[in-house]
């Protein structure tokens, strides 16, 4: 499979390298051309972060010293810069990009932002971007420098290296790391850091439930460290950041129930000391803001079918743990006296455009019944897994109390909203009517609910993912419609919970 | 303190107290005050969790005066008053007794900004428990409880469903009585106290814990600067953070500014220590305090630390020099062996860092920096050529550096690594003397050669006072006291009135102006070398400005034209200070050294 870099930039699993052909869709002025970019939001002096064009390395192939036309073209492990008599191979390997040019170099227009700067060191040129140090390593051939200084910028002014083959060969490692320069083993040559990374995106795509191949790498690119743990990005170009909501979606593409388990674990390892999961996180930043509770059906539909058997226990035991805490701050912050839950806020359910009272109110609905019921499911099994029957009793009666709650809110054939403060209901928005779909045969009216399904229009895509999951005829068309975002930034075009969910929806269509 | 019509106003300095997040301004625009909090890290200009303060009788919105002291701040209508008491905890209490309402209204600081304050706010609910919440994404979360009272929010979207207005209101009771409590949080509320104080201990805790922190840290100023004094002791104490809170202090450390850079800077601590000069061991905590954040593994010092995040960035190593000047003036008798044991392995790891991570490469301790955030001269004339630089400044640092932490070894009877660091530090000092002096100043090398800048970086070893020979000593003295070369009216100028390379606008720092901690370093520079009548000579100037204009960072030395060129100097009138600096923690500190030590040391 060939990557077009104007939509899909080459990167690899865990790793914030990205290259990338700017293309500037949007009119903004960017330069065009062929890009280095990190997956990072970078850091200004003061710990904000810094508006600037995703590609900070512009690179132009040197042929014979002087800057010459060239190409470029990538498949998952390699990508190869072409200009005429030469070329450079570029292959990933974690923080180390491995560059080999034959009979060409590289001039590397770097751009930096306020306080960003570049120096030399005995490691390299050394691009030092808040707390990311960014060195290149120059192994074979020769490089060279042109810097100024902005005074009352207090940043380095365009920086411009070069990158020159001796005898023919050009030989480098592009290193991301931080102030501790703690480096790591990594792959002697791009021949091998190209195998490695084949075997790495092979491994990834026998856990997932579709077959394609291009979603696939979308979403094992959008994995990145996090806070200890492997998250999904949003998009590592221009949306640096993991979503909560995003992980539980996402994970619903993995056939593997441990690997389901792991992430919806490594999400809620995030928690607060009360038990929020943060909404977000990005670097050091989060916000302390609830997401929807979908925990639960991604680890019901996971341990579906003897998925759960195969469990390790201590990662079962911890798993229930973070679901029970997770679990019970719902239960002290957003439960009423009758045992219905509701949404302070409308971001809180995941559809923050789709208000369903007026505003300053809370709203008991049936989405969230539907995943507090499967968040009692999914832990039921769980306890019954671990030997914990008492508490597994406690799962099943918060289950059916859920069940309860959505049977209240079915009045004539449609779910109504309930008000948190007054009581008073409201017909339920279409989309967030049709949710409970996910309890199956469990849900109010279950064939009416899907017979409605099949005919919703203009759902958020995510919404209408989740339904589609128990209504075939919808995955069908989401599938055809494909991944692809239109009118998006360069290399920004795939996003990988849309691929993760169009994985997940392979089976189903 | 703080009021309309008093010397001071909330246009030019900030009403907030130790321990609370939340602080007012007065809005340059609307004159109305504006609530925020510093948490967020926020720029006041581009804060979007801002609210301006309304009074209303229930009729009609009512104009307000207002006054603010350490306990509390009292808005003044026709109708009656309404009053905020900001508490240790992390809680605002509103009060009235004359049936007024408060109302916070989501607003911006420009009028002409395109911000969308109220776009920032994600929500409010009001909860079973009665209380109304109402989050701010990132910026935060408010509590409202009534006590007596009731909430009321209103609110707007416009056609794409973005929220573009909203008033909380907070309403009072059947008998005209108003009693909320605001709680703030950043990340999320703990459990709400089942009762509140009365709001008369809470207004006293305010004064209680200004008077007893004032009393017990500082000496007392010299004759003529009372007034200075009382700002410049609220202007520190206000900015002192409380520990914990959900945030990662773990020990109270100063902020610089609430509304801007509203975070602990790393080494504007030890500057605070310097200033603590009647409580020598609270001075040695503020000089230690950010050792709590030191990285295991490389030893670095954050460069700041915000409520929530540590910058990955750096500051300079001016924990020796700090540690050396409090020895000088109050004795070590708090350099106890515990406390010897407890910070010697972390002042080592900080040396090792600089001379490691920082080395130039020579074999030996002098260092080389990529960045100016590394030497603190962020914009100063020294960095003209671009970077590497070898910097004397920063060589000075390291000397106290090395030589205090040879001291601490010492204190913990570890006599070897002692003289270890201490031979480094003179090793390092005669190499200063014997290759970056060059009969008039130390000089900065960009790539081996000399940098030719006329800042006053370059006098900045004079902090190495008397380690310095007398002739050194001589020749800073005497043209840091050259009127018209660096000295003006009001203190030492950044840079000297003889250059053209100058600026004293705004967004400037070192590149010419006035500014405060310059005058520190100079000053204590001299002191400590014996020069105690020019430091105290030069003290007075910028305590004098200071006393008039208020505890803003730094002043332009020439607001027509500038002394070297003829060139019209452009510096925009503006809001929050009077020509764009806001009151600072930085200028408090600074000015209080001068006050309490190098002014009454000079004219003993």
Same mark, same amino acid.
Request: with cysteine; hydrophobic share 40%.
């Given at each position: 499979?060939?990557?077009?870099?104007?939509?899909?930039p080459?990167?690899?699993?865990?790793?914030?390298?990205?290259?990338?052909?700017?293309a500037?869709?949007?009119?903004?002025?960017?330069?065009?051309?062929?890009?280095?970019?990190?997956?990072?939001?970078?850091?200004?002096?003061?710990?904000?972060?810094?508006?600037?064009?995703?590609?900070?390395?512009?690179?132009?192939?040197?042929?014979?010293g002087?800057?010459?036309?060239?190409?470029?073209?990538?498949?998952?492990?390699?990508?190869?810069?072409?200009?005429?008599?030469?070329?450079?191979?570029?292959?990933?390997?974690?923080?180390?990009?491995l560059?080999?040019?034959?009979?060409?170099?590289?001039?590397?227009?770097?751009?930096?932002?306020?306080?960003?700067?570049?120096?030399?060191?005995?490691?390299?040129?050394?691009?030092?971007?808040?707390?990311?140090?960014?060195?290149?390593?120059l192994?074979?051939?020769?490089?060279?420098?042109?810097?100024?200084?902005?005074?009352?910028?207090?940043?380095?002014?365009?920086?411009?290296?070069?990158?020159?083959?001796?005898?023919?060969?050009?030989?480098?490692?592009?290193?991301?790391?931080?102030?501790?320069?703690?480096?790591?083993?990594?792959?002697?040559?791009?021949?091998?850091?190209?195998?490695?990374?084949?075997?790495?995106?092979?491994?990834?795509?026998?856990?997932?439930?579709?077959?394609?191949?291009?979603?696939?790498?979308?979403?094992?690119?959008?994995?990145?460290?996090?806070?200890?743990?492997k998250?999904?990005?949003?998009?590592?170009?221009?949306?640096?950041?993991?979503?909560?909501?995003?992980?539980?979606?996402?994970?619903?593409?993995?056939?593997?129930?441990?690997?389901?388990?792991?992430?919806?674990?490594?999400?809620?390892?995030?928690m607060?000391?009360?038990?929020?999961?943060?909404?977000?996180?990005?670097?050091?930043?989060?916000?302390?803001?609830?997401p929807?509770?979908?925990?639960?059906?991604?680890?019901?539909?996971?341990?579906?079918?003897?998925?759960?058997?195969?469990?390790?226990?201590?990662?079962?035991?911890?798993?229930?743990?973070?679901?029970?805490?997770?679990?019970?701050?719902?239960?002290?912050?957003?439960?009423?006296?009758?045992?219905?839950?509701?949404?302070?806020?409308?971001?809180?359910?995941?559809?923050?455009?789709?208000?369903?009272?007026?505003?300053?109110?809370?709203?008991?609905?049936?989405?969230?019944?539907?995943?507090?019921?499967?968040?009692?499911?999914?832990?039921?099994?769980?306890?019954?897994?671990?030997?914990?029957?008492?508490?597994?009793?406690?799962?099943?009666?918060?289950?059916?109390?859920?069940?309860?709650?959505?049977?209240?809110?079915?009045?004539?054939?449609?779910?109504?909203?309930?008000?948190?403060?007054?009581?008073?209901?409201?017909?339920?928005?279409?989309?967030?009517?049709?949710?409970?779909?996910?309890?199956?045969?469990?849900?109010?009216?279950?064939?009416?609910?899907?017979?409605?399904?099949?005919?919703?229009?203009?759902?958020?895509?995510?919404?209408?993912?989740?339904?589609?999951?128990?209504?075939?005829?919808?995955?069908?068309?989401?599938?055809?419609?494909?991944?692809?975002?239109?009118?998006?930034?360069?290399?920004?075009a795939?996003r990988?919970?849309?691929?993760?969910?169009?994985?997940a929806?392979?089976?189903?269509? | 303190?703080?009021?309309?019509?008093?010397?001071?106003?909330?246009?030019?300095?900030?009403?907030?107290?130790?321990?609370?997040?939340?602080?007012?301004?007065?809005?340059?625009?609307?004159?109305?005050?504006?609530?925020?909090?510093?948490?967020?890290?926020?720029?006041?200009?581009?804060?979007?969790?801002?609210?301006s303060?309304?009074?209303?009788?229930?009729?009609?919105?009512?104009?307000?005066?207002?006054?603010?002291?350490?306990?509390?701040i009292?808005l003044?209508?026709?109708?009656?008053?309404?009053?905020?008491?900001?508490?240790?905890?992390?809680?605002?209490?509103?009060?009235?007794?004359?049936?007024?309402s408060?109302?916070?209204?989501?607003d911006?600081?420009?009028?002409?900004?395109?911000?969308?304050?109220?776009?920032?706010?994600?929500?409010?609910?009001?909860?079973?428990?009665?209380?109304?919440?109402?989050?701010?994404?990132?910026?935060?979360?408010?509590?409202?409880?009534?006590?007596?009272?009731?909430?009321?929010?209103?609110?707007?979207?416009?056609?794409?469903?973005?929220?573009?207005?909203?008033?909380?209101?907070?309403?009072p009771?059947?008998?005209?009585?108003?009693?909320?409590?605001?709680?703030?949080?950043?990340?999320?509320?703990?459990?709400?106290?089942?009762?509140?104080?009365?709001?008369?201990?809470?207004?006293?805790?305010?004064?209680?814990?200004?008077?007893?922190?004032?009393?017990?840290?500082?000496?007392?100023?010299?004759?003529?600067?009372?007034?200075?004094?009382?700002?410049?002791?609220?202007?520190?104490?206000?900015?002192?953070t409380?520990?914990?809170?959900?945030?990662?202090?773990?020990?109270p450390?100063?902020?610089?500014?609430?509304?801007?850079?509203?975070?602990?800077?790393?080494?504007?601590?030890?500057y605070?220590?310097?200033?603590?000069?009647?409580?020598?061991?609270?001075a040695?905590?503020?000089i230690?305090?950010?050792?709590?954040?030191?990285n295991?593994?490389t030893?670095?010092?954050?460069?700041?630390?915000?409520?929530?995040?540590?910058?990955?960035g750096? *500051? &300079?190593?001016?924990? #020796?020099?700090? =540690?050396?000047?409090? /020895?000088?003036?109050?004795?070590?008798?708090? !350099? $106890? %062996? @515990?406390?010897?044991?407890?910070?010697?392995?972390?002042?080592?790891?900080?040396?090792?860092?600089?001379?490691?991570?920082?080395?130039?490469?020579?074999g030996?301790?002098?260092?080389?920096?990529?960045?100016?955030?590394?030497?603190?001269?962020?914009?100063?004339?020294?960095?003209?050529d671009?970077?590497?630089?070898?910097?004397?400044?920063l060589?000075a640092?390291?000397?106290?550096?090395?030589?205090?932490?040879?001291?601490?070894?010492?204190?913990?009877?570890?006599?070897?690594?002692?003289?270890?660091?201490?031979?480094?530090?003179?090793?390092?000092?005669?190499?200063?003397?014997?290759?970056?002096?060059?009969?008039?100043?130390?000089?900065?090398?960009?790539?081996?050669?000399?940098?030719?800048?006329?800042?006053?970086?370059?006098? *900045? &070893?004079?902090?190495? #006072?008397?380690? =310095?020979?007398?002739? /050194?000593?001589?020749?800073i003295?005497?043209? !840091? $006291? %050259? @009127?018209?070369?660096?000295?003006?009216?009001?203190?030492?100028?950044?840079?000297?009135?003889?250059?053209?390379d100058?600026?004293?606008?705004?967004?400037?720092?070192v590149?010419?102006?006035?500014?405060?901690?310059?005058?520190?370093?100079?000053?204590?520079?001299?002191?400590?070398?014996?020069?105690?009548?020019?430091?105290?000579?030069i003290?007075?100037?910028?305590?004098?400005?200071?006393?008039?204009?208020?505890?803003?960072?730094?002043?332009?030395?020439?607001?027509?034209?500038?002394?070297?060129?003829?060139?019209?100097?452009?510096?925009?009138?503006?809001?929050?200070?009077?020509?764009?600096?806001?009151?600072?923690?930085?200028?408090?500190?600074?000015?209080?050294?001068?006050?309490?030590?190098?002014?009454?040391?000079?004219?003993?």
């Open positions: 499979m060939q990557l077009d870099l104007k939509k899909l080459f990167g690899q699993y865990m790793s914030r390298h990205l290259l990338f052909e700017e500037d869709p949007m009119g903004r002025g960017w330069d065009k051309g062929l890009y280095l970019a990190l997956a990072a939001g970078s850091n200004s002096m003061f710990g904000g972060f810094a508006m600037r064009s995703a590609g900070f390395i512009r690179l132009t192939p040197l042929a014979g002087k800057e010459a036309a060239g190409t470029a073209e990538a498949s998952p492990s390699e990508a190869v810069i072409r200009c005429e008599g030469g070329s450079v191979r570029l292959a990933i390997d974690g923080p180390a990009i560059l080999k040019g034959e009979n060409a170099g590289l001039k590397l227009l770097v751009k930096l932002g306020r306080g960003e700067t570049v120096t030399r060191t005995k490691r390299g040129y050394e691009l030092i971007m808040g707390a990311t140090r960014y060195i290149i390593a192994k074979k051939g020769k490089a060279d420098l042109q810097v100024g200084w902005d005074l009352e910028g207090l940043s380095s002014t365009d920086p411009i290296i070069t990158l020159e083959p001796e005898d023919g060969v050009m030989e480098a490692v592009f290193w991301d790391t931080d102030a501790a320069y703690e480096l790591p083993q990594i792959a002697p040559d791009v021949d091998a850091a190209a195998a490695k990374a084949k075997a790495s995106f092979e491994s990834f795509r026998a856990a997932l439930r579709g077959k394609d191949e291009r979603a696939a790498y979308a979403f094992w690119l959008g994995f990145m460290a996090c806070r200890g743990g998250l999904v990005i949003a998009n590592k170009i221009g949306d640096v950041q993991a979503n909560a909501m995003e992980q539980a979606l996402s994970a619903l593409a993995f056939k593997d129930a441990l690997a389901a388990l792991d992430l919806i674990g490594d999400t809620l390892k995030l607060t000391p009360g038990g929020i999961v943060p909404a977000w996180v990005k670097g050091e930043s989060l916000l302390p803001e609830a929807p509770p979908l925990w639960g059906l991604v680890l019901c539909r996971a341990f579906a079918g003897g998925g759960i058997d195969g469990a390790d226990k201590d990662k079962l035991a911890e798993g229930y743990a973070l679901l029970t805490k997770a679990v019970d701050w719902w239960v002290k912050n957003r439960s009423l006296p009758d045992g219905s839950f509701f949404y302070a806020y409308t971001h809180e359910s995941g559809w923050e455009g789709v208000p369903v009272l007026p505003f300053g109110q809370g709203a008991v609905t049936p989405d969230l019944a539907a995943w507090m019921a499967l968040n009692a499911g999914a832990l039921e099994a769980m306890a019954k897994k671990l030997g914990l029957e008492k508490e597994a009793e406690n799962w099943a009666a918060l289950m059916q109390k859920q069940l309860a709650v959505l049977a209240s809110l079915w009045k004539d054939g449609k779910f109504v909203c309930r008000s948190a403060l007054t009581g008073d209901e409201v017909p339920c928005p279409v989309g967030i009517g049709l949710l409970p779909i996910l309890l199956g045969d469990a849900a109010p009216d279950a064939s009416a609910l899907r017979a409605r399904a099949e005919k919703a229009e203009r759902l958020p895509f995510e919404q209408a993912a989740l339904i589609a999951l128990e209504c075939p005829a919808l995955a069908g068309k989401l599938i055809a419609a494909g991944a692809e975002a239109p009118g998006a930034l360069s290399g920004a795939y990988p919970v849309v691929s993760a969910l169009l994985l929806l392979e089976e189903r269509s | 303190m703080f009021g309309t019509g008093e010397k001071f106003d909330l246009t030019h300095a900030v009403y907030c107290r130790e321990g609370s997040a939340f602080f007012l301004i007065e809005n340059w625009y609307s004159h109305k005050l504006q609530l925020s909090s510093y948490k967020p890290g926020a720029w006041m200009d581009s804060n979007a969790f801002l609210f303060l309304l009074t209303s009788d229930g009729q009609r919105e009512l104009d307000y005066s207002y006054h603010g002291d350490p306990g509390s009292t003044t209508t026709m109708k009656g008053q309404v009053e905020i008491i900001f508490t240790y905890d992390e809680y605002a209490r509103v009060i009235s007794h004359d049936g007024l408060l109302s916070l209204q989501a911006k600081y420009k009028p002409q900004s395109p911000l969308n304050p109220a776009g920032a706010c994600h929500g409010a609910c009001t909860l079973p428990d009665g209380t109304t919440e109402v989050t701010y994404g990132t910026y935060g979360k408010l509590r409202f409880r009534p006590l007596k009272g009731k909430v009321e929010l209103s609110w707007g979207f416009d056609a794409r469903g973005t929220m573009n207005s909203l008033v909380i209101r907070m309403l009771d059947a008998d005209g009585e108003l009693d909320f409590a605001i709680h703030e949080a950043m990340i999320e509320f703990g459990e709400l106290p089942e009762s509140y104080p009365d709001p008369a201990a809470l207004r006293q805790d305010g004064f209680d814990r200004y008077e007893s922190f004032v009393n017990r840290v500082y000496l007392p100023p010299a004759k003529g600067y009372e007034t200075l004094y009382k700002y410049a002791t609220h202007t520190s104490w206000a900015r002192r409380k520990p914990g809170a959900g945030g990662i202090y773990e020990h450390m100063m902020l610089m500014h609430y509304e801007y850079l509203g975070e602990a800077f790393a080494w504007q601590q030890s605070h220590a310097m200033s603590m000069l009647n409580d020598p061991e609270e040695w905590r503020m230690c305090v950010l050792f709590d954040h030191q295991p593994v030893g670095q010092l954050p460069g700041n630390v915000g409520f929530l995040n540590r910058n990955a750096i *500051q &300079p190593p001016i924990q #020796g020099f700090a =540690l050396d000047w409090l /020895i000088d003036k109050c004795g070590d008798s708090f !350099l $106890t %062996e @515990e406390e010897c044991e407890r910070m010697y392995p972390k002042f080592a790891k900080w040396a090792e860092f600089w001379v490691t991570q920082r080395s130039a490469g020579r030996d301790d002098v260092t080389m920096i990529d960045n100016p955030n590394d030497s603190g001269w962020d914009d100063a004339t020294i960095f003209k671009g970077f590497p630089t070898i910097n004397p400044d060589m640092f390291m000397i106290d550096l090395l030589e205090m932490t040879g001291r601490l070894a010492e204190g913990c009877g570890k006599k070897k690594e002692a003289a270890s660091y201490k031979a480094r530090s003179q090793q390092l000092l005669q190499t200063l003397l014997d290759e970056f002096w060059d009969g008039n100043k130390f000089v900065t090398l960009h790539n081996g050669k000399p940098v030719d800048s006329l800042s006053i970086a370059s006098y *900045q &070893p004079i902090l190495l #006072g008397k380690r =310095l020979p007398q002739k /050194i000593i001589d020749r003295a005497e043209q !840091l $006291t %050259e @009127e018209g070369n660096f000295l003006t009216n009001i203190g030492l100028a950044s840079e000297s009135l003889h250059s053209t100058v600026n004293y606008g705004t967004s400037t720092f590149h010419g102006r006035v500014v405060a901690p310059v005058q520190l370093f100079m000053c204590a520079g001299l002191n400590l070398a014996g020069k105690k009548k020019e430091a105290a000579m003290a007075r100037r910028f305590c004098n400005v200071s006393q008039e204009k208020g505890c803003i960072l730094g002043f332009p030395p020439l607001t027509d034209k500038y002394a070297a060129t003829g060139k019209p100097i452009y510096i925009a009138p503006g809001p929050v200070a009077s020509d764009g600096w806001p009151w600072s923690g930085w200028n408090s500190c600074n000015c209080l050294t001068l006050m309490t030590c190098i002014i009454p040391e000079g004219e003993e």
